[in-house]
């Protein structure tokens, strides 16, 4: 049934909010909860959700927001995850990860030597793949949402057409990715007359992403993957070297299964599968599940040594094994068995690390500028959304007039094997570039299930470093007992093995911890870019709602009632 409301009430009150933005990191509310890196689209998800929109229309309706509000990774020229729990205790898990055009090949980012050309499949058409969120958002609006088209989205084209105010966070976002926006389509949108910079308190006003919206919204999906929208794009690829087709927008389709599950300290963990980042997620928790951190203690030298460990194996498995299913045989069961897990654990050395040389010999036979938000409303129906561009506003290139940045995804594939992509990823022929194909993602947008009901859900952008994320937020909120605020507000770590480094947050550990595990021969590297982990924790006693903004992102909100 479809439930009408004035749209220009919701937008007004966005306007509105947008100038008196401050920074909260928890919030709670009994009748819903939204918490996004954007504070205008925190608001206008929660202002569907009070206009009576269910938990689906309001991730849509935040989904075209962020396009609008965080133009750096927010996007519909990209793609993602949704992974959905209903009230009536059914999953979904719905993938519009962006694929490999038509023309694509294992070798189209090698020199005639076979040597990788440097930024190719990073920057420029070239780099681009197909889209899929505009697909994605439209499937889930219209299987599971309450409300019309031009109701979820009359928010974001009024934020388009009036623009917002930015705030410091969102200026930050621009000045940090100022090499991607040089470009005469991209600098006369989020650069000021004369290529100045954007200042806190300026209105950023994107009267073109406002038309592209509204034909979206008049025509629907068909506009963009067969109308005028993809013509532009298209034409825009072949005029500048890529090899976008109409045909791969007119073939493109998303993919709807169950979420990945595992189990974890009885919880039950529903994430991404294959492509997706959640069997990472799953891997790590199998193998630390045999060890009892709680009584190893937090953080010392002892628990994560084991903790780092498992994460190293985890990597391991994802690199050799993942893939698209489509393209690739994935032992899943295999993967995420209790013997598996057992054998990995069993690889552990007490007093030493290991070396992630020898482990990740048999691969040479994978943003971290993703966007991650979550929603709850008053039936309990919870959606997790993960969706990217992939570096920082992606290729950094826009179609002609379309006013929306297109992804840089094709750099998730293998480029050559056995060569790290840029979040160093160093990985194997289940990945490589063909045809159709989608990449290898570590996006792992999660619900966690406490007696069969919704009590976290979670996710993060961040590139290699999304399930390791998703995995802490997970641990310290069910292994030590911490809120949903002081668990995704926590210093963190991060170990993927190759590069041998563990990346870390200041104070993330403890110095005399740090030379006890150096001892044991880790080497640690201070890394400054992490994802936003925007959660929502449930009580399973009151069921009332905790929403937390990740400190990491200042723009962002957590927004109940």
């Known amino acids: 049934m479809k439930v009408s409301f004035p749209i220009l009430i919701l937008t007004a009150s966005v306007l509105c909010f947008s100038a008196s933005v401050d920074k909260v990191n928890g919030e709670s509310g009994r009748n819903g909860m939204v918490v996004t890196p954007q504070a205008q689209a925190s608001r206008v998800g929660l202002d569907i959700l009070k206009a009576g929109g269910n938990a ?64 190719a499949s990073e920057d420029g058409y070239l780099a681009v793949g197909v889209p ?123 993919s709807v299964t169950e979420p990945l599950e595992c189990s974890y300290r009885n919880y ?14 799953c891997l790590m928790l199998n193998i630390v599940g045999g060890y009892d951190l709680k009584k190893l203690g937090f953080r010392n030298t ?24 489509d393209f690739v045989k994935i032992p899943l069961d295999k993967l995420l068995s209790p013997d598996y897990a057992d054998r990995l654990r069993g690889q552990i050395l007490p007093d030493q690390a290991l070396d992630p040389e020898k482990l990740y010999q048999p691969i040479v036979t994978e943003g971290n500028n993703t966007t991650h938000y979550s929603v709850i ?78 009590f976290l859900i979670t996710g993060s952008p961040g590139g290699s470093t999304i399930p390791t994320t998703v995995f802490s937020v997970i641990s310290n909120v069910i292994d030590y007992g911490m809120t949903i605020d002081e668990s995704v507000n926590r210093a963190r770590f991060h170990y993927q093995g190759l590069p041998d480094t563990i990346l870390i947050e200041p104070d993330a550990i403890d110095s005399k911890v740090r030379q006890g595990l150096e001892g044991k021969g880790y080497k640690f590297r201070d890394f400054p870019r992490w994802g936003a982990a925007e959660s929502i924790l449930v009580d399973p006693n009151t069921r009332v709602f905790y929403g937390a903004n990740d400190g990491r992102k200042t723009a962002g909100r957590a927004m109940g009632f």
């Open 56 to 119: 689906i229309d309001a991730a849509v309706a935040v989904g075209y927001a962020l396009a609008v509000t965080e133009p750096c990774c927010g996007n519909i020229g990209g793609g993602g995850f949704m992974t959905v729990r209903f009230a009536n205790g059914k999953s979904v898990f719905i993938n519009f990860r962006e694929k490999a055009p038509i023309a694509a090949h294992p070798r189209m980012y090698q020199d005639t030597a076979g040597n990788v050309i440097e930024g």
């Open 132 to 254: 899929g969120t505009v697909r994605g958002l439209e499937y889930a609006l219209r299987q599971y949402g309450t409300l019309s088209r031009p109701e979820v989205m009359g928010p974001a084209i009024d934020l388009a057409v009036r623009g917002f105010i930015l705030q410091p966070g969102d200026v930050e976002m621009l000045k940090r990715s100022r090499r991607k926006l040089t470009g005469d389509n991209v600098a006369r949108i989020f650069l000021k007359d004369g290529g100045r910079d954007y200042e806190a308190g300026d209105r950023l006003i994107q009267k073109d992403l406002a038309k592209t919206l509204s034909l979206i919204s008049t025509g629907g999906e068909k506009i963009f993957y067969e109308g005028e929208i993809a013509q532009k794009v298209v034409s825009a690829s072949q005029k500048n070297g890529g090899v976008l087709s109409l045909k791969d927008f007119g073939e493109y389709n998303i």
């Open 268 to 281: 039950r963990i529903l994430t991404s599968p294959p492509p997706g980042g959640g069997t990472t997620v």
């Open 302 to 325: 002892q628990s994560l040594h084991k903790i780092l460990s498992s994460m190293l194996l985890a990597y391991v498995a994802r690199n050799y094994y993942l893939g698209d299913p």
């Open 377 to 454: 409303d008053r039936e309990g129906n919870a959606v997790s959304v993960t969706y990217t561009i992939n570096s920082n506003f992606g290729a950094g290139v826009i179609a002609e007039d379309t006013g929306f940045v297109l992804n840089n995804e094709m750099d998730d594939f293998t480029s050559k094997i056995g060569a790290p992509n840029q979040f160093g990823l160093v990985q194997g022929k289940a990945n490589q570039i063909e045809p159709r194909k989608r990449p290898l993602s570590s996006m792992s947008p999660t619900i966690v299930l406490k007696d069969n009901q919704v």
